[in-house]
């Protein structure tokens, strides 16, 4: 299933519904390092503010798994979160999840 299907079926998230957004979005923030580190990258500065959007999604997960739950307050910012890289950087809506 893609991330963003996967992501409107869910009315109240629970903690495994935030490992399974977590491991699709570790997957591509991996691949931005992997750009970003590149020798004499020349798109450098590019893939750092990308990953800096990315990282705020991937922070809040963190703070709700180690927390062990999610508000719906964090739950509407991660969505916000990962919307806005979408639409700003693209890439995540080709992402499935392991449901």
């Known amino acids: 299933m893609r991330i963003f299907d996967y992501i409107d079926t869910i009315e109240k998230p629970t903690i495994d519904n935030i490992r399974v957004i977590y491991k699709a979005i570790n997957v591509k923030y991996d691949e931005l390092i992997d750009m970003a580190v590149e020798p004499n990258s020349k798109n450098y500065n590019k ?53």
């Open 47 to 99: 893939w750092m503010q990308t990953l800096g959007c990315l990282k705020a999604s991937e922070d809040l997960i963190i703070d709700c798994i180690t927390n062990n739950k999610i508000t719906d307050m964090e739950w509407l910012q991660l969505k916000c979160n990962i919307y806005k890289f979408q639409v700003k950087y693209g890439g995540l809506k080709y992402l499935n999840v392991e449901a």
